[in-house]
Nanobody
Framework: VQLVESGGGLVQAGGSLGLSCAAS????????MGWYRQAPGKQRELVAG???????VYTDSVKGRFTISRDNAKNTVYLQMNSLKPEDTTAYYC?????????WGQGTQVAVSS
């Protein structure tokens, strides 16, 4: 199973970025997909998650700014990030929970300049 992330980069504060994560390989019955982030020296935290039914959850600091969505047919999850702040700067990791296991992407870096 492979999770391929794309879409990170550098943006000015107030700008937008979109992340995507495509799962491929022998992965079945994806239950939930999500995005986490981890700053150096800190624990990895859930940014946003989405279930197979489309129920979403967000950490408080991104509510109203980030939107998570998924394409079940493509086994792909997206994260649209608007009104980015310098404190959003860190590595973002895609996560997939399925009946065959839990999987992580390699991480994509997001940098927001002030």
């Amino acid at each position: 199973v492979q999770l391929v992330e794309s879409g990170g980069g550098l943006v000015q504060a107030g700008g937008s970025l979109g992340l995507s994560c495509a799962a491929s390989g022998s992965i079945f019955s994806i239950r939930s997909m999500g995005w986490y982030r981890q700053a150096p020296g800190k624990q990895r935290e859930l940014v946003a998650g989405i279930t197979s039914a489309g129920t979403t959850v967000y950490t408080d600091s991104v509510k109203g700014r980030f939107t998570i969505s998924r394409d079940n047919a493509k086994n792909t999850v997206y994260l649209q990030m608007n009104s980015l702040k310098p404190e959003d700067t860190t590595a973002y990791y895609c996560s997939v929970v399925s009946s065959t296991g839990d999987y992580w992407g390699q991480g994509t870096q997001v940098a927001v300049s002030s």
